[in-house]
């Protein structure tokens, strides 16, 4: 998994190996900005944040009580917030995490207060602050672009389906986040965090790190405290991999619990949207705003009569006691000394908590995937992409080949750094009946599910299955592209099955995850035990924004 692609850029065979290289920590790649060995040298950078932010990881319940109390409100949240955006992310260390501001944020969260001053609160989200990926359409001032220049000046017409479940629940939209452009898809060697509209997204943790794609910038703002919580998405990699990078929870869930609709796609097969918070229960309470039936995303259909409005019953300290764990020992270990003590100390920690621990519980076929998750991938995104551009008015693309036109067109800033060899692949590719297509999508089902993860968890009887969800961050490189040594998102992405990342540990201070991963529609369970995992351990800890692994933390200077 953490083979450097060799393949030169005018020779596209991608075999098994790249492209699982390419998933383990984003679900595909992006490439990097030339401004950010400059942005990580300049003085200003060492700024310390500002000590005295009053919500520093402070949780949605804090904040919550705050307004209830009458101690603070939702205007002077959101005001707050973004002017620790303007002090940490856009100002000081240029994080750049946040594409950008809500110009709307305040007056929207005003009329929350006026709401609350009236008796209505609409639920825990009321008047909390949020940000969003920017591949989901927002129908507001802000733009939605997956960090592509192709998509700028021509917004949505109406909100993504979560978007709007996210307003009906009162949460005030801050901004969009920065995110590897077209969510990593578009080449094979690249720095995970890169958009062209915005550049090169830090790790706060270790600014001269990477934060992980394609949710990078989610990640990041989290960890960061620039704001309560956000969405990200994932196709392989996307959520849990920023998660694990940057020190946060990250809940991929099943695929059809979230809808896509108003998503700039990936793959059908294997999209899914997704909450990223800075613990288990602040990401459990953003899911449960996010399910519902869509009549736009008929996947959803299947969640009728599984999908929870509340995930926040299941919080449970005492829950791990009786829990069958299994440790997929094919799934990260060996290859990083650091992130296999790490996980040993977390295993141990769930066997102290009370879990009966199943050591090895290996998914069987997991290494077999690569190639039939590839070709399904390549066919859907040149389908899908088609689609979702002909909901834009107004946009100058309108299919895969207009895009790779535009990069071509506009190669000194869209193709800096890398080209757009998975753009070529998949354009290469057939319809969606193509028989090529059909078995590579019958193959991944099988192999990922009934012959996989339901296979182990049934033979085993297991509650979870539990491995690293990445490897610590490694050093931002510009020139070689990313240095994944290792993930296991692939399995649970391509079943369209959930898993959850939580803060296991840090490394010289860079963060590692834990990923629990169970059977389809099993979210109450595994935030069950990933919440008693997250309150045994305590293990996170707020960045400290260190130039580099050799500085002392800002506040020791």
């Known amino acids: 998994m953490a083979d450097r692609q060799r393949r030169t850029r005018e020779h596209f065979d991608l075999d098994r190996r790249a492209f699982m290289k390419l998933t383990a920590a984003a679900g595909t790649i992006a490439a990097a900005s030339p401004?950010?060995?400059?942005?990580?040298g300049r003085d200003r950078v060492h700024a310390a944040p500002t000590d005295d932010f009053e919500w520093e990881e402070a949780t949605i319940a804090d904040l919550q009580r705050a307004m209830d109390r009458g101690r603070t409100t939702a205007r002077a949240l959101a005001a707050d917030y973004i002017e620790r955006i303007e002090s940490i992310d856009s100002g000081g260390f240029r994080l750049n995490s946040i594409m950008e501001v809500n110009p709307d944020a305040l007056g929207i969260a005003r009329q929350l207060d006026d709401e609350r001053a009236n008796g209505r609160v609409r639920g825990p989200l009321h008047g909390i602050?949020?940000?969003?990926?920017?591949?989901?359409?927002?129908?507001?001032?802000?733009?939605?672009?997956?960090?592509?220049?192709?998509?700028l000046g021509a917004r949505p017409t109406r909100d993504a389906f979560v978007a709007r479940k996210l307003r009906e629940a009162g949460a005030v939209i801050l901004g969009k986040t920065n995110l590897s452009e077209w969510a990593n898809f578009r080449s094979t060697h690249s720095s995970s965090g890169w958009s062209a509209r915005a550049g090169q997204c830090l790790n706060p943790y270790v600014l001269d790190h990477n934060p992980c794609g394609s949710s990078s910038g989610s990640g990041a703002a989290v960890a960061a405290n620039l704001a309560a919580g956000a969405l990200g998405t994932e196709t392989d990699g996307s959520i849990v991999c920023p998660s694990s990078a940057n020190s946060v929870v990250g809940i991929k869930p099943t695929l059809g619990l979230t809808s896509r609709a108003g998503v700039i796609p990936l793959a059908h097969s294997q999209d899914v949207v997704g909450p990223m918070a800075r613990t288990v229960a602040d990401a459990a309470t953003l899911l449960g705003a996010l399910t519902g039936v869509d009549r736009r995303d008929k996947a959803t259909r299947k969640s009728e009569g599984r999908a929870r409005s509340d995930y926040t019953k299941f919080l449970r300290e005492d829950g791990l006691r009786g829990a069958r764990i299994g440790v997929w020992r094919e799934g990260g270990f060996g290859t990083s000394e650091e992130t296999d003590a790490i996980i040993e100390d977390a295993i141990d920690a769930l066997r102290d908590a009370g879990a009966r621990i199943i050591d090895p519980a290996n998914i069987p076929n997991a290494g077999e995937l690569g190639d039939p998750e590839f070709t399904v991938l390549l066919y859907e995104f040149k389908t899908d992409i088609r689609k979702y551009l002909r909901t834009r008015p107004g946009l100058s693309v309108q299919s895969l080949r207009d895009l790779i036109d535009f990069n071509e067109a506009n190669a000194g800033v869209e193709m800096t750094w890398f080209e757009q060899e998975i753009f070529l692949l998949a354009q290469d590719t057939g319809s969606l009946s193509d028989s090529v297509y059909l078995k590579a999508l019958r193959t991944a089902r099988r192999l990922s599910r009934s012959q996989g993860i339901d296979k182990i968890m049934r033979e085993r009887n297991l509650d979870a299955i539990v491995a690293p969800t990445g490897s610590p961050p490694w050093p931002t490189d510009l020139i070689s592209g990313d240095h994944f040594t290792l993930g296991s998102s692939t399995p649970a992405a391509v079943a369209g099955y959930p898993n959850i990342s939580v803060p296991a540990g840090y490394s010289s201070g860079l963060p590692v995850g834990m990923s629990f991963i169970g059977r389809a529609w099993n979210e109450p369970r595994l935030i069950e035990l990933a919440y008693a995992f997250e309150q045994t351990t305590q293990v996170r800890k707020p960045p400290r924004f260190r130039r580099t692994v050799a500085t002392r933390d800002y506040r020791e200077r």
């Open 129 to 151: 602050p949020v940000v969003l990926k920017d591949n989901i359409d927002t129908a507001d001032e802000m733009e939605t672009t997956a960090g592509s220049l192709a998509l």
């Open 35 to 40: 401004a950010l060995p400059a942005i990580v």
